[in-house]
C-alpha cells in the first residue's frame, strides 16, 4: 500500500495530451497503548480466566474503528497454543477495555501477545501472566 506523502498523477487523453494533478495523502493513525491485564480475584473456571485490558492513546489522538484484535496465548514452553479473534466495530476516543476468556496452564507462566490492526497501523504488547486456582477446583 502507499504511505503518507505527496503524489503526482499525470493521466493521458486519446490524443497523447497529458493533465498532471498533486494529491497529499495522509494516513488516519491511531497511537494505542495496550494496559496490562487484570484478572478477577476469584475465578469461575479451573481451567479458564477473563482477562481485561484498558486500551488508550498517547496525547489524546482519536481511535480509528473497526479495530481488529489478535491475542496469542503461548505454554509455558514459549509455543503457540491458542488464537482469539475479536473485532471493535465503533467507539469513542476515551478509554476502553477489552476482554477474553482465555485457558491457563495451572499456576505456570505463560505469555499472551496482544495485536491491534487497523489497516497498516499495527500496535502490540506481550504480557508475562500466572493465574493460579485461587479457589479448591
Known amino acids: 500500500g502507499l504511505?503518507?506523502?505527496?503524489?503526482?498523477?499525470?493521466?493521458?487523453?486519446?490524443?497523447?495530451?497529458?493533465?498532471t494533478k498533486s494529491y497529499n495523502l495522509n494516513l488516519l493513525t491511531?497511537?494505542?497503548?495496550?494496559?496490562?491485564?487484570?484478572?478477577?480475584?476469584?475465578?469461575?473456571?479451573?481451567?479458564s480466566a477473563i482477562i481485561t485490558n484498558?486500551?488508550?492513546?498517547?496525547?489524546p489522538s482519536p481511535i480509528y474503528y473497526p479495530l481488529q484484535i489478535k491475542y496469542s496465548v503461548y505454554t509455558p514452553a514459549g509455543v503457540l497454543s491458542q488464537t482469539y479473534l475479536q473485532t471493535v466495530e465503533s467507539g469513542t476516543n476515551d478509554p476502553f477495555e477489552i476482554n477474553?476468556?482465555?485457558?491457563?496452564?495451572?499456576?505456570?507462566?505463560?505469555?499472551?501477545?496482544?495485536?491491534?490492526?487497523?489497516?497498516?497501523?499495527y500496535a502490540d504488547a506481550s504480557f508475562p501472566l500466572i493465574i493460579t486456582d485461587m479457589r479448591v477446583c
Open 3 to 19: 504511505i503518507s506523502g505527496t503524489y503526482t498523477i499525470r493521466v493521458f487523453d486519446d490524443c497523447g495530451d497529458a493533465s
Open 30 to 47: 491511531s497511537n494505542l497503548i495496550i494496559g496490562s491485564p487484570s484478572l478477577a480475584e476469584v475465578y469461575t473456571s479451573c481451567t
Open 54 to 59: 484498558t486500551i488508550s492513546t498517547v496525547n
Open 100 to 121: 477474553q476468556l482465555i485457558n491457563f496452564f495451572g499456576g505456570e507462566i505463560f505469555n499472551v501477545k496482544i495485536e491491534f490492526k487497523k489497516h497498516s497501523y
